[in-house]
Nanobody, 121 residues
Framework: VQLQASGGGLVQTGGSLRLSCVAS????????LGWFRQAPGKEHEFVGA????????YYSDSVKGRFTISRDNAKNTMYLQMNSLKPEDTAVYYC???????????????WGQGTLVTVSS
């Protein structure tokens, strides 16, 4: 299984950016895919996730209303649309996949490499 994240870059405060995560190597119909981020000197932070089958989404409070997760089944790709970006959104963003189940830890799943998002003030 491979998860390939891309789309990071430098953006000004208030700007927008869209990240992509291409998933390959298996079918993900029984998986949840998610986005995490890690700012310099901080722990990994959950951003949001989407159930591949059905498309239901959930978000952390810090990004709710500004970020939107979607997926394209045909392209096996998950997206993270980030609007109204703030300097505190600066981080390396990772995509991950785990089997369905509230108690299933993300650490048991698959992780891609990160893509850096820098929001300038």
């Amino acid at each position: 299984v491979q998860l390939q994240a891309s789309g990071g870059g430098l953006v000004q405060t208030g700007g927008s950016l869209r990240l992509s995560c291409v998933a390959s190597g298996r079918t993900f119909s029984s998986y949840t895919l998610g986005w995490f981020r890690q700012a310099p000197g901080k722990e990994h932070e959950f951003v949001g996730a989407i159930r591949w089958s059905g498309g239901s989404t959930y978000y952390s409070d810090s990004v709710k209303g500004r970020f939107t997760i979607s997926r394209d089944n045909a392209k096996n790709t998950m997206y993270l649309q980030m609007n109204s970006l703030k300097p505190e959104d600066t981080a390396v963003y990772y995509c991950a996949a785990k089997a369905l189940g509230v108690s299933t830890p993300w650490t048991s799943g698959y992780w891609g490499q990160g893509t850096l998002v820098t929001v300038s003030s």
